[in-house]
């Protein structure tokens, strides 16, 4: 049985990068990223999922921390990528670029 992470590589494909932009590598692997979280009652679906590397998820953890707003543009972009059901298009990679340039200001 595929879990929820293999199922959200298989809807949107992978192409060397994650939804924040961070390269795949071995010693950066794919995650699951709830986008309504666990604790507010988000369910382990695909439907509120996305795919984050290991340093982008933590990298979104201090967002979160430190800017709630910058935060929830980066969850609405994951939320429009996971309901296209395809791999993030190119209206998907530029709001990408943008947001990670307000990220690393």
């Not at 590598?25 to 986008?35: A, E, F, G, Q, W």
């Not at 309504?36 to 921390?65: D, P, S, V």
Request: aromatic letters at 8%; proline letters at 3%.
């Amino acid at each position: 049985m595929k879990s929820v992470l293999e199922k959200l590589i298989e809807r949107h494909g992978t192409y060397g990068t994650d939804w924040m932009g961070f390269t795949i590598s071995r010693k950066n692997p794919l995650t699951y990223h709830h986008i309504q979280k666990n604790c507010h009652k988000g369910k382990r679906t695909i439907e509120n999922g996305a795919l984050l590397t290991k340093r982008a998820h933590r990298f979104l953890n201090c967002i979160e921390k430190d800017d709630q707003e910058l935060y929830e543009e980066w969850n609405a972009l994951f939320k429009d990528i996971n309901d296209s059901e395809l791999p993030p298009n190119e209206g998907h990679l530029q709001k990408i670029k943008t947001l990670r340039e307000k990220s690393f200001d």
